[in-house]
């Protein structure tokens, strides 16, 4: 009697082209959106360069202020700052940009990127918990059991690569992943690991860009090109795979 070949759970490789072969991309990741954004990055450093050179105007944001305000909450600070960020993940899609800028005035580069951090972690894992224990068994429902089996093979297979690499991209929302992920087969130490691994760079630049308005708009000048570097070699990525996906075999 012929034993029945037993059913193979699909590959990374495999489910990366089904993706990247049909469908519309992500909206960073489209060529006119990455051409405007670098056309919008080379108009502003020329812009800046121009008007401070010749005019001498100053970009430079005096954060004083602002720290003296917040270092009258004391240890309340920080931890209200966190509590806020945390709720701004769970309560997607409240934009994480205009905070992480905010802790980079305040506390500096540092700090601003530890307490981000702290508040991302905690707002993570509660939405991870909250997609767990509510949305896992209505995951078939919406996308399809086929395809609700496939995520799970492939979290299964490749673990915390997947949610490191969906992190890192800046054209993927951060707090959507922690929900999708909660509603996948991860477990919860490899998702918080790895998530907080993938953060930690996108997180970093963007305080480091709201301490450089303080300092030096130079500063925020650099750390809004290396933004728009990771999106241009993301999108380069994006384009081959779906080109050589598109091949004939």
Not at 43 to 68: K, N
Request: charged share 15%; glycine share 10%.
């Amino acid at each position: 009697m012929t034993k029945a070949p037993e059913r193979r759970a699909p590959s990374l490789a495999e489910i990366e082209e089904q993706l990247i072969a049909g469908g519309e991309p992500p909206l960073l990741l489209r060529r006119k959106v990455v051409g405007g954004l670098v056309a919008a990055f080379v108009l502003a450093v020329i812009a800046y360069w121009a008007t401070s050179e010749y005019f001498g105007i100053s970009y430079t944001i005096d954060e004083e202020p602002f720290r003296e305000w917040v270092d009258g909450f004391g240890l309340l600070g920080p931890l209200v700052f966190i509590v806020i960020m945390a709720l701004s993940v769970l309560f997607a899609p409240v934009p994480n940009a205009p905070i992480f800028m905010a802790a980079g005035l305040a506390w500096g580069p540092v700090l601003g990127t530890a307490y981000c951090m702290a508040g991302l972690i905690l707002g993570s894992a509660m939405a991870f918990w909250v997609a767990r224990r509510f949305g896992r068994r209505h995951l078939p429902r919406l996308i399809g059991a086929k395809n609700a089996a496939r995520v799970d093979s492939l979290v299964l297979e490749m673990g915390g690569r997947v949610v490191f690499w969906s992190r890192m991209i800046p054209a993927v929302n951060f707090d959507w992943i922690s929900f999708v992920a909660g509603m996948t087969a991860i477990p919860f130490r490899v998702f918080i690991i790895y998530s907080a691994l993938g953060m930690l760079f996108p997180t970093a630049i963007s305080v480091v860009a709201g301490d450089g308005l303080g300092r030096d708009f130079r500063i925020t000048l650099a750390a809004g090109g290396a933004w728009v570097a990771v999106i241009v070699i993301s999108a380069v990525v994006y384009w081959r795979r779906r080109r050589n996906g598109s091949r004939p075999a």
